[in-house]
């Protein structure tokens, strides 16, 4: 007999992600379980640290607000609406809620049980991928139209490229994981896993896996007597074990610990039980891998009450970027990544600091990140550029006003020294008077670094005509742009000048192609990847992006792409030229982080032979592209 009820509640899910992938006759099945829940205003669904239900909801009518508490105050973060789901977290995750649902009208929800929906889930990739993404970005519908992307804890854009280092990022586990023999008896498993603090052990014979004891084993079958203590390990284990290979990425082992519904997985060498036991991933494990993605390091960095809590992000970070490199994501997909959580960082620093000021800003202002941090390169710890641009104000105004923020960025730079962003040694930031200005002071000073462009200047313009907004009033920073690119348009001398600067590094190769390297002092031997190779692409990308009213991104792999738009002739070059320079970056990024270093200076003894090959291959762009430089500006005589 057919169920109207369970036939609207079907409709209705079918119109919605990710039920419009299920068959409908399986939707009705599904539909014939769900409990309809109706809620008054401010009714509770459920609250931070309830325990789990076993139910996931969707709101079928009204609007359900999530808020989290932050200085005992309840805030809310997000609102859901109809056909958004919510309470995911029993589906993945065994740890209490870490939210707050509440009504914010009157509202009609369905409550799915996980155990109903769970094997449709596992049959259909689409959905189970649908609800992985969900969970993992905290998004409540990674497609839909207004929402695509959004963090519901903190509005933080979440895009793609984030998406996919968290799908791919391998899981951290435990290596060479401590095993038991079938024969081995229950009491000294017990007493072994008590001593060295696990909660589960895989049973092996001849090192290949044949099952597993877990607490939860020891619980429900000693603890209550089922088996004696006193029996072989054999009577108790689970099997046959899950196994996986290794380098297994966070969704993956997710999906497998979901799809066989079991909270370890047994690695082994090439991923079968008929291989070495080589590890063992726990559901603990799982939930800390999440801890490190992308989104949820922005959702720290926004909540951060103070810096010891950034720092710790920032050192997250660093673990995020070798993890990201082991697994070969795209090192241009890394740098948007990191450049986002860099910024965030920045951001809340800010924030932090504007809340220790005695009084609010005396006038509208926007703090800029410059050099690398503005092109959204710094990937290891360098030092901070920035500074401060601030509205016009009534001349007897200007020097509390300036006052004011160079104060604000004492505070700022501060914090970030603690974090690990080292004080500029050129005193670059915008705690130095002399890079806190008003709007005309900046204008001003650009104008005069283009029109006066003798060597000073023209290093000026090498680090400040790199910036990106961070925070405050985009409007000011805009108002600079449009002055750098009015009064660089078809200034020659500017540009001559720009140009013989950014030819002062020729291609770093002597006779027989060797590397140029130092010659003394602290790096003597060692071969100067930021000055010999990567600096002559930025100045490449910086002054061809100049001449050509390029804006929106200083990015040097963006002003290439752009460029190769504009100059369809010279495409080729420039879309090498991008290429050598995220090779020639992950050479450095992969340096520093060996050696906790800013990686400028590679060891070439220290190098495959492969890899020298493809050093000195991203050098032959550089060539290329200052003929380019040569042709355009005529600086034949110059150089």
Known sequence: MKNPIAERISDFLKKHHPFSKIQYAELVIVANHIKVIYLEKNDVLFKINDAIHDCFYVVANGAIGLSVTSDADEVLIDKCDEGDILGLRPFFAKDNYLMTAKAREESIVYAIPIEIFRPIAINNVEVLQFLLQSFASNTRNPYDKNHKGKLISENVIYDSQTDNIQHYQPINYTKSPITASK????RYVAQTMSSRKIGSIIIHENRLPIGIVTDKDLRSKIATGLFSIDVTIDKIMSTPVITVPENLSIAEAQMMMLKHNVGHLCVTKDGTDQSEITGIISEHDVIVAQANNPGVLLKQTKRATNTEELKVVREKVTDLIQNSIDKNIPINHICSIVGEINIAITQRCIELSL????????????????????????????????????EDVEDEKYDEVKTYFVKLAEKVNKRLHKIGYEYCPAEMMAMNPKWCKSVTDWKSQFKGWIHSPGEKGILMCTIFFDYNFVFGNETLVNEITATIFEETKKNDLFFAYLGADAL???????????????????????????????MPLIDAARILSLHQGIKKSTNTVYRFTKLAEKEPQNAVIYE???????????????????????????NLNELSKLDKVKLKNAFQPIND???????????????
């Open 355 to 390: 809340e220790k000021m005695e009084t609010p800003p005396p006038a509208q202002f926007s703090w800029i990140n410059i050099g690398s941090q503005g092109r959204k390169e710094q990937l290891l710890l360098t030092d901070q550029d920035n500074a401060i641009v601030f």
């Open 576 to 602: 090498a030229c991008a290429e050598a320079f995220l090779s020639l970056l992950k050479f450095r990024t992969e340096e520093g982080l060996n050696m906790n270093s800013d990686g400028r200076y590679l």
């Open 504 to 534: 002062k590094n020729p291609p770093p190769l002597g006779f027989f192609r060797q590397f140029l390297v130092e010659s003394d002092g602290e790096h003597k031997d060692a071969f100067d990847i930021k000055s010999r190779a990567l």
């Open 183 to 186: 024969s081995d008896i229950i």
């Open 625 to 639: 592209v200052q003929e380019v430089i040569k042709n355009r500006f005529q600086l034949t005589y110059f150089t």
